[in-house]
């Protein structure tokens, strides 16, 4: 990966100021197949006694790289992980295709099996994907293919686990949505308001409760707003396209562990959202306490760090 000009295939130029990294994180370009780059936000592990898998982060809807560069990078990498954050195309500082939208569940798929074969190499990472990133991750997860059996050309790189944190379900959000219509109009209409119509862009109140929790200041919710604003250039799917072709089919021949992280005060994906996750993968949800959507910036974001590291670190036990 190397600092590289934009590819001529962009149609604009990035962010007009790029998130300011912290300490020990690097701003990468990976090149992709059509010729299109893609950030990645770095940071190395401190030193560790045992050999831990790399983790690879996906961000969801109206996000991008430095979401999880905030408070996880830092957190892990300090943890003995090697943390790499990815901007899927046309978000945060990475290259805009052509067309309306950013890509399908199959192209932003390919472009982080791309990034993990390239760079990888060997050790299996730990896929970690928020919202509508986390179905991204699924598809991902049901297109894992032993390469033996297939070739590398049609297989997407193994995984040593995969974790869905407050993730679209594998239905999509056309249940999420329903029910908010018959059991709660008003939240219904703050969620299409906020999403759909981008108000959260406009409030700094509807950008707090659709995000974060109520104890968040103004003026980091504020902050967080327009790197949101900033970074999400155009749509990462084209929704109706997107729904027509769900739920994600059901991994094949695939033992890869998956964690289910909810937040008990997510206000876009619900608990019975939340469920049918963990009943399609057979595992038991774990629901966050005192947290919001976005559990990795929240004002309590080391709880669900907290779990995902104690999760982690049963994976790498012998």
């Excluded at 001529?8 to 010729?35: D, I, M």
């Excluded at 108000?199 to 509807?206: T, V």
């Excluded at 057979?282 to 559990?295: F, R, S, T």
């Amino acid at each position: 990966m190397t600092m590289k000009p934009m590819a001529a295939l962009t149609k604009s130029p990035r962010t007009t100021v790029p998130y300011e990294l912290k300490k020990g994180q690097n701003r990468l370009f990976h090149k992709l197949p059509s010729g299109l780059k893609m950030e990645v936000i770095e940071q190395r592990r401190s030193k560790s006694e045992r050999e831990n898998p790399p983790l690879v982060f996906v961000h969801g809807s109206y996000h991008a790289a430095w979401c999880w560069a905030e408070h996880w990078l830092p957190f892990f990498s300090s943890s003995g992980f090697d943390s790499y954050a990815v901007s899927l195309l046309g978000q945060g500082e990475s290259d805009e295709p052509l067309g309306t939208v950013a890509g399908t569940l199959q192209t932003h798929a390919s472009d982080i099996a791309d990034f993990i074969e390239s760079n990888l190499g060997s050790s299996p990472p730990v896929l970690i994907g928020h919202s509508f990133g986390g179905l991204i991750v699924q598809y991902y997860l049901a297109n894992i293919v032993n390469k033996q059996t297939l070739g590398t050309e049609n297989a997407f790189p193994e995984l040593s686990g995969v974790v869905l944190v407050c993730s679209v379900p594998p239905s999509g959000n056309s249940g999420l949505v329903l029910r908010y219509l018959f059991s709660n109009p008003v939240a219904a209409f703050k969620v299409t308001l906020s999403l759909a119509a981008k108000g959260f862009q406009k409030s700094i109140p509807l950008c707090r409760e659709t995000f974060f929790s109520q104890a968040m200041d103004d003026q980091l919710v504020k902050r967080y707003q327009d790197l949101m604003i900033e970074s999400s250039r155009m749509p990462l799917f084209d929704l109706r396209k997107l729904n027509a072709s769900l739920p994600v089919p059901k991994p094949m021949e695939n033992s890869t562990n998956v964690l289910v992280l909810g937040a008990k005060d997510d206000f876009i994906v619900d608990c019975e959202g939340l469920k049918e996750t963990g009943w399609f993968y057979e595992v038991e949800p774990v629901c966050i306490e005192g947290v919001a959507h976005d559990m990795m910036l929240d004002c309590s974001w080391e709880k669900g760090a907290e779990v995902l590291l104690s999760w982690l670190c049963g994976l790498s036990k012998p």
